[in-house]
């Protein structure tokens, strides 16, 4: 059974940083790529970023230069570093992990950032 468990979500000021952690189980996690994903109040999910199984990156466009994803094949861990947060970064952060065209969803984790 595959479990993918996000933690690290808080409220925080504007500016400020926080990092997300995605603990995965039951998976090939070093053959799998994975991904962060928000939805905002009213919105629809968006990709925030995508680590390969090579470690190739990709960002939305927006949050290029204030996020980085990375990977912990050690720990079977992927984390979502987040700083200089503006209030539009409130959402519920979603780790996402493809494998063998099967993606597998956590349940989120909140963030919110206040003015």
């Known amino acids: 059974q595959v479990q993918l468990v996000e933690s690290g979500g808080a409220l925080v000021q504007a500016g400020g940083s926080l990092r997300l952690s995605c603990a995965t189980s039951g998976i090939a996690f070093s053959l799998s790529a994975m991904a962060w994903h928000r939805q905002a109040p009213g919105k629809q999910r968006e990709m925030v970023a995508v680590?390969?199984?090579?470690?190739?990156?990709t960002y939305a466009d927006s949050l290029k230069g204030r996020f980085t994803i990375a990977r912990d094949n050690a720990k079977n861990t992927v984390l979502l570093q987040m700083n200089s947060l503006k209030p539009e970064d409130t959402a519920v952060y979603y780790c996402k992990a493809v494998r063998n065209g099967r993606e597998y969803w956590g349940q989120g984790t909140r963030v919110t950032v206040s003015s």
């Open positions: 680590i390969s199984s090579v470690g190739t990156t």
